[in-house]
């Protein structure tokens, strides 16, 4: 089992430009998590999903879209990226009636 | 809203104990967790508590609530280089649900 992957690991975007990141899951989890590490500010819960075809926002959802097409895959867009979206992107998922999130490994972005 | 706060730095010596404190504001956590993140990795669970535990102990890892002052610690005995990295308290209010997390502790240990 590869458990939550992330694509890409690494990305450098111009301002304005758009980027879809995707993760990926094999542990057939309902929940599925995007969140964004800043420094100094934790973890901070993007959008979040609970089922495929169903999502919902976080803490801080503006700027991005997400999609859950399928049950093991989350999307989390950026129409047009500006600097403050520069960060590390955690995709997790867990199951319904777990305690634990499990994480993927992050995409480290840098908007210019 | 929901808040939880972290001290960001703590600095050992190796062999000594390290304690991680955390506060939360919310009171209807019901389940509060440990995560720890080693360089350019993901999260990974150390351990979790449900709010009606006062103290649950996992080999070197001991963690206690003092749910009456909102406050959470994570007590590692025997602190190991191999302990160096950043440490998250995060708190959910139902099994499965979003987390809300601390700043996160950077755990220094010197030899």
């Known amino acids: 089992n590869a458990g939550v992957t992330q694509t890409p690991k690494f990305r450098v975007l111009k301002t304005g430009q758009s980027m879809t990141l995707l993760c990926a899951q094999d542990?057939?989890?309902?929940?599925m998590y995007w969140y964004r590490q800043d420094p100094g500010m934790g973890l901070r819960l993007i959008h979040y999903?609970?089922?495929?075809?169903?999502?919902a926002k976080g803490e801080v959802p503006d700027g991005y879209n997400v999609s859950r097409l399928k049950k093991q895959n989350f999307l989390l867009g950026l129409e047009s990226a500006a600097p403050s979206q520069t960060s590390v992107y955690f995709c997790?998922?867990?199951?319904?009636?777990?305690?634990?999130?499990?994480f993927g490994p992050g995409t480290r972005l840098t908007v210019l | 809203g929901e808040d939880v706060e972290q001290s960001l730095f703590l600095s050992v010596r190796e062999g000594d104990s390290s304690v991680i404190n955390c506060t939360y504001t919310?009171?209807?956590?019901?389940?509060l967790y440990w995560y720890k993140q080693e360089p350019g990795a993901g999260l990974q669970l150390l351990t979790y508590?449900?709010?009606?535990?006062d103290m649950k102990q996992d080999q070197r890892l001991t963690v206690l609530l003092n749910k009456k002052d909102k406050h959470l610690s994570l007590r590692i005995a025997d602190t190991q280089t191999g302990d160096s990295a950043i440490y998250f308290c995060?708190?959910?209010?139902?099994?499965?649900?979003?987390?809300?997390f601390g700043q996160g502790t950077e755990l220094s240990v010197k030899p």
């Open positions: 997790a998922s867990s199951g319904q009636f777990s305690n634990e999130q499990f």
């Open positions: 542990m057939n989890h309902e929940y």
């Open positions: 999903s609970v089922g495929e075809g169903t999502t």
């Open positions: 919310d009171s209807s956590s019901t389940y």
């Open positions: 508590i449900f709010s009606n535990m």
């Open positions: 995060a708190e959910s209010s139902h099994q499965g649900g979003k987390l809300i």
